[in-house]
């Protein structure tokens, strides 16, 4: 594929005016995203962005690049033009979601929360802590990320399932369930985290039934917040079978100000950082994947399975 000129946008489009001086090969147009115009998209073969702009249409595109890990953006409730390549950044999302979720179960585990409490209280009042050994963590999704969080947790000794659409094996988890397997698991498991990315299959996968078949779980969600039933969520806490929640990703974002999440004292809520695209990791893996096309491979690494949506 013969790549000429192509479009970058986006929260990171002046960041990544360098690209112009390290590929002299091609034409590229860098503007913000209310700059870009319905003729942008007949002039470019290639776009760069987190997201399609308002203006978007496939026009002359024959590839597309996401900036995010995640490509709901671009699939999610849209149609996709047949035969233009979608490829996204893997970079060290794996290990920026992983070191997220440490902290919120070190964190539980050595009971923070508690020991400032009593502080505040002048209280002494000791304790043991569990070991992170102890621990039955389920992740949903085994893909790229949640097979680097499955790695990270298990170098703590911490018992990993994952759960997918096969239950193919894979060696970085203690096993892999399908998802239809999944619910006795849910009873055992002291964490529960979302990595999935959002399709018409995950849409509202962590309803009321799913959260009833938890013991007290902490949830975490770092995959899409339009994954999450959220009322079924506060319900579930209400009614302990999520002990906490710590949410990364929401419905709606940024997250409504009279939203019951920000406020409820079981509840985490960070704003969409958990794995944030770096500068350096974009353009590494713009470049690679721009070398791939370049030297006519017919299979280009981090290409997205557009009929799965991921
Ligand atoms: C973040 O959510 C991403 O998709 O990279």
């Not at 397997?181 to 009873?187: F, N, Q, R, Y």
Request: hydrophobic share 40%; proline share 4%.
């Amino acid at each position: 594929m013969d790549i000429k000129n192509i479009l970058v946008t986006g929260r990171m489009y002046r960041d990544l005016e360098r690209l112009a001086l390290l590929d002299t090969k091609r034409e590229y147009k860098f503007l913000p995203e209310a700059e870009v115009s319905p003729n942008h998209f007949d002039w470019a073969d290639g776009y760069v962005a987190f997201k399609p702009t308002e203006s978007f249409h496939f026009g002359g595109l024959r590839w597309v690049h996401a900036l995010g890990a995640g490509v709901d953006a671009f699939l999610y409730n849209r149609e996709w033009k047949k035969d233009v390549l979608l490829t996204r950044t893997v970079g060290s999302f794996g290990r920026k979601i992983g070191e997220y979720c440490l902290s919120y179960i070190l964190a539980d585990v050595q009971r923070h929360g508690d020991f400032r409490q009593y502080q505040s209280e002048r209280h002494w009042l000791p304790s043991q802590q569990k070991l992170l050994q102890q621990l039955n963590i389920v992740i949903f999704g085994t893909g790229t990320i949640g097979m680097e969080v499955a790695k990270m947790l298990r170098t703590f000794g911490v018992t990993v399932y994952g759960i997918s659409r096969s239950g193919a094996s894979n060696c970085h988890f203690n096993r892999v369930l399908p998802i239809t397997e999944v619910h006795p698991l849910l009873a055992q498991a002291d964490w529960i985290i979302n990595t999935l990315p959002l399709t018409q299959i995950t849409e509202r996968l962590f309803e009321k039934r799913l959260f009833s078949c938890m013991h007290g779980a902490g949830f975490i969600n770092v995959g899409r917040g339009a994954s999450v039933d959220e009322n079924a969520l506060l319900e579930a806490i209400e009614r302990g079978q999520v002990r906490k929640a710590i949410l990364d990703v929401f419905r709606e974002e940024p997250l409504p100000s009279e939203s019951p999440l920000w406020a409820h004292p079981n509840m985490a809520v960070t704003p969409h950082i958990s794995a944030v695209t770096g500068l350096d990791e974009a353009m590494d893996g713009l470049l690679a994947v721009l070398r791939e096309i370049d030297s006519g491979q017919e299979r280009i690494s981090y290409s997205v399975d557009v009929s799965r949506g991921y």
